[in-house]
Structure formats: structure tokens, C-alpha cells
């Protein structure tokens, strides 16, 4: 069965620092899809960065970025520069080519300290 | 930007109710997703719609139906509302299931629906 596990409820970081936050993943595919979603206060859920698993690099985003090991199974992601409004709940998920399904994380909330 | 509208944001219905959500995308999107959001249990699939008036059940499609009339138009339907259905409902669409950026699915601000 496919899974995907944030095993980080919580995390907090002092405002300015570096965050990572953890997701594995267990799957029989080769091709697939990974996703990090924001989900902050106000409830709209946006997509913050995605990465093809057949690219060996690694995804960036402005302070956004991965560090995907495909052999291990892992999808962190790493937060710079940590602002007041990237509090929030992020979820990581996974998707199998062509396959509508999104498999979900329960998410880690993440605490900005001013 | 994609911008997908959940009409009410909060709800508070009576246990036997009929309940509708109503969702709406303004980006041609084929697909459109509702899910269910609980603590802890992260996102769960309630349907899928590829087309209009095509539909798939998700994970936990019981005590719910859907109805896509028109491409842009997405509702989930509690047809007698109970109160483990209290939750957060999110729906959202994308423009394709295949490789590229097409496939990322966009949110709207979710739906709280608590039933009493």
C-alpha cells in the first residue's frame, strides 16, 4: 500500500532561521509525483513545491526547497529565511503517474517564533 | 491564478438535513476533487469528477453523492446529514491527470461544516 508519513506534529523555528521538515513515503512505482502543500490560518490550501521523481534534482522555490532521495523514500523540505507568515500546516503528498489519487500526510504544523 | 470558490465557509446544519456544497473553478479545469479534512488523518478522498456527469468514488465516499452538471461546477451532497460528518470539506480541480504541471490541484478555502 502506498503511505505517506509526516512524522513531525509540531515544529517550531525562531523567525529568520532554517526549517526541515520530514515526509517519507512508501511505494512500488517508478514514476510518480511529490508535492508540499501550505495550508496556513485562513484555510486555503496552496502548493508551495513539487518534484518528478524521475528528475534527480532537487526542487527549489524562492526559500523553498526539497531534498528528495528517491532510494531512501524521503521528501524533506527545507524552509530559509523563516518568515511570520510561513506558519502554517504543510502536508506532503504523493501521486503515482496518471492517477488522480493524492496521497495525503496528516501534515505538521509549523510555529514561527518572532 | 486558478481560483476555485467554495460557496459558504461555515455551516451549521440539523442531524437528518440535506446539505449542499457547492464548488466552482474558473480555469477550464476537467477534474474536480471534494475532500473530507480531519486532525491527524490529513486529506481524504470523497469523489472525483473527470467530466461532466463522470464521477469516481474516492476513500470515503458513504453518506455523500456528487452531482457535475456543468464542466466548471462541482456539489457534494449530504443527503441526510449526521454528526460524525462535521468536518472540513475542501474541494479542488486540475487541468489534467498526465505528466507536466497540469497536474497539480488547486484549492479552494474549504467548506467547515459542523452538524448538530
Known amino acids: 500500500a502506498q503511505t505517506v508519513t509526516q512524522s513531525q506534529p509540531e515544529m517550531s523555528v525562531q523567525e529568520a532561521e532554517t526549517v526541515t521538515l520530514s515526509c517519507t513515503y512508501d511505494t512500488s512505482e517508478s514514476d510518480y509525483y511529490l508535492f508540499w502543500y501550505k495550508q496556513p490560518p485562513s484555510r486555503q490550501m496552496i502548493l508551495v513545491i513539487r518534484?518528478?521523481?524521475?528528475k534527480q534534482q532537487n526542487a527549489t522555490e524562492n526559500r523553498f526547497s526539497v531534498n528528495f532521495q528517491k532510494a531512501a523514500k524521503s521528501f524533506s523540505l527545507k524552509i530559509s529565511d523563516s518568515q511570520l507568515g510561513d506558519a502554517a500546516m504543510y502536508f506532503c503528498?504523493?501521486?503515482?503517474?496518471?492517477?488522480?489519487?493524492?496521497?495525503w500526510g496528516a501534515g505538521t504544523k509549523l510555529i514561527i517564533k518572532p | 491564478d486558478v481560483k476555485v470558490t467554495q460557496s459558504s465557509r461555515y455551516l451549521v446544519k440539523r442531524t437528518g438535513e440535506k446539505v449542499f456544497l457547492e464548488c466552482v473553478q474558473d480555469?477550464?479545469?476537467?477534474?474536480m476533487f471534494w475532500y473530507r479534512q480531519d486532525p491527524g488523518l490529513g486529506l481524504r478522498l470523497i469523489y472525483f469528477s473527470y467530466d461532466v456527469k463522470m464521477k469516481e468514488k474516492g476513500d470515503i465516499p458513504e453518506g455523500y453523492s456528487v452531482s457535475r452538471e456543468k464542466k466548471e461546477r462541482f456539489s457534494l451532497i449530504l443527503e441526510s446529514a449526521s454528526t460524525n460528518q462535521t468536518s472540513m470539506y475542501l474541494c479542488a480541480s486540475s487541468l489534467s491527470l498526465g505528466t507536466g504541471s497540469g497536474n497539480t490541484i488547486y484549492f479552494g478555502e474549504g467548506s467547515w461544516l459542523t452538524v448538530v
Open positions: 503528498a504523493y501521486r503515482f503517474d496518471s492517477n488522480y489519487q493524492l496521497i
Open positions: 518534484q518528478e521523481a524521475y
Open positions: 480555469m477550464d479545469h476537467e477534474n
